[in-house]
């Protein structure tokens, strides 16, 4: 089990034993960052998940990062950054051997169908205005067991899936690969990600069901558009769909 280090060939990463989140420390500290500022825990005393959720953040079993990114387009360009998120800490899994990991819109990442890491990107700034954006991701590393039931959905782990990986190594990987990768989307926009998402998407082709409160609309899945809004063909017409209130599950 390797312990948290402070990375020294990477800079401006700061290691913290306990917290209640590293989102909500950047967020705390946001006029005092720069992009690409980032911060890792042990342990979340009061992790973050989605739509109000809780993180399950056992200490030195996992990966708690957040980056802040400064973004000159403004809060609407905030969904296609979080699905660029998914894509890097993705294909940064593929590397380290992790070959069957597939992102799940807007930007969960899944192995058969177990959830093996969770993106939460929180912002200030009005519309308009330049974007002070957190970007928040729990990756499962060396979970074996939630002996309380906590985590009210399927789960994995790399270790569950066979994989062991140096959290220095692979931390170190995700935050380069990231801090790469927004550069790059910061000036050319979603164009260069889309190929790459397809690649790894889990539902393209494939009928779905978008839960939208009480409603619920099928599907097929055509992939994302240039603004990281989903695809759907439905009654023989491809719709754009964006917003957080909606969950995507197989039909
Ligand atoms: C999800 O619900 O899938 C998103 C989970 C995001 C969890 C990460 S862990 C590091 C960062 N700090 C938080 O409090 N939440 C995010």
Known sequence: QTVLSQLYHINNV??????????????????????????????????????GGKWFSPFGTNLYLSMYWRLEQGPAAAMGLSLVVGIVIAETLIQFGCGDVKVKWPNDLYINDRK?????????????????????????????SDPLSV??????????????????????????NLRHALTIFEIQGMAPFLPRWHVLD????????LIIGEREVFGIERGINEFGALLLEHEGEVKAWVGGEISLRAA
């Open 14 to 51: 700061e290691v913290i034993s306990v917290i209640d989140s590293t989102n909500q420390y950047l967020l705390n500290n946001i006029d005092k960052l720069n992009s690409g500022d980032t911060c890792l825990a042990e342990y979340q005393q009061a992790g973050r998940g989605r739509r």
């Open 116 to 144: 093996l890491a969770g993106i939460l990107v929180e912002m200030t700034g009005k519309t308009g205005d330049v974007a002070h954006i957190v970007i928040g991701a729990g990756i499962n590393i060396s979970m074996k």
């Open 151 to 176: 985590i009210n959905q399927h789960w994995t782990s790399l270790y569950q899936e066979g994989i062991v990986v140096d959290r220095n190594e692979f931390s170190a990987a995700v935050i380069e």
């Open 202 to 209: 889990n539902f393209l082709n494939k009928p779905v069901k």
